[in-house]
Nanobody, 126 residues
Framework: QVQLVESGGGLVQDGGSLRLSCAAS????????MGWFRQAPGKEREFVAA????????YYGESVKGRFTISKDNAKSTVYLQMNSLKPEDTAVYYC???????????????????WGQGTQVTVSS
């Protein structure tokens, strides 16, 4: 059973940085797409970033382009989300997700992802 465990959330000031981690276990991830999503109170879950575990380009939501970076460490089975120049509107619960993608297709639709972590709170104060 695939398990995803996020860590690294917290409280940061406007303009600050945080790095989230997502430790993956319980599967062979070479055909998985790994994504980060976020959900603020009263809002729908929003795509943040994604990559293929097998390598290749990275993908970002418009609101985070140029500020956030998704990366992975194969040896540690961990995906990261480096968040710089944080803004109060980035405040949300951030989720790591895994999508088994046989042909490597990357989707931004949250309901296409098969496994989810428990989420980690990120709060940006103004």
């Amino acid at each position: 059973q695939v398990q995803l465990v996020e860590s690294g959330g917290g409280l940061v000031q406007d303009g600050g940085s945080l790095r989230l981690s997502c430790a993956a276990s319980g599967g062979t991830f070479s055909r998985y797409v790994m994504g980060w999503f976020r959900q603020a109170p009263g809002k729908e879950r929003e795509f943040v970033a994604a990559l293929r575990w097998s390598g290749g380009p990275t993908y970002y939501g418009e609101s985070v382009k140029g500020r956030f970076t998704i990366s992975k460490d194969n040896a540690k089975s961990t995906v990261y989300l480096q968040m710089n120049s944080l803004k109060p509107e980035d405040t949300a619960v951030y989720y790591c997700a895994a999508d088994y993608s046989r042909f490597g297709l990357v989707t931004t639709a949250h309901d296409e992802y098969d496994y989810w972590g428990q989420g980690t709170q990120v709060t940006v104060s103004s």
